[in-house]
């Protein structure tokens, strides 16, 4: 198993604690958008030695908000998200995200993130994210 930044990836240092914890996440600009990953560790997985689905919903809720802000100066707060499993994660595997901004308004951002390993779809994943204001 490795851990390290693949290639063309850059790690990401988010700002929020429990995003810290759940990583190391990754992210690189593709030429269809914003790409992130994570290499699940054993401190992911569930009694079954599968990516815990939580994992798999935190990483897509982080790849949908920072989707949802990029280019913006905003904090994105999770209204909405639905998902979808299709598929059991191994230890050791990458875990890819691709996210499409189906629509924006002045605050709401309706996104969709696939989540696949390898050519595989794992889970899939839709969301209302709402952005606000930062603080000053």
Do not use: W
């Not at 851990?3 to 996440?25: W, Y």
């Not at 629509?103 to 794992?122: I, K, W, Y």
């Amino acid at each position: 198993m490795t851990s390290a930044v693949p290639a063309g990836f850059t790690n990401i240092d988010p700002d929020d604690p429990f995003e810290n914890f759940a990583g190391p996440l990754y992210q690189k600009d593709g030429s269809d958008g914003l790409v992130y990953g994570f290499c699940v560790r054993s401190e992911h997985c569930n009694a079954g030695d599968i990516c815990h689905g939580g994992m798999l919903m935190t990483f897509a809720d982080y790849a949908m908000c920072s989707a949802a802000i990029h280019g913006h100066n905003a904090n994105p707060i999770t209204i909405t998200m639905n998902s979808e499993f299709m598929a059991p994660v191994q230890e050791g595997d990458r875990v890819l995200a691709r996210c499409e901004i189906q629509r924006r308004t002045s605050s709401m951002v309706f996104c969709r993130a696939d989540l696949v390993v390898g050519e595989q779809a794992v889970a899939a994943f839709t969301g209302v994210i709402k952005r606000l204001k930062p603080r000053n």
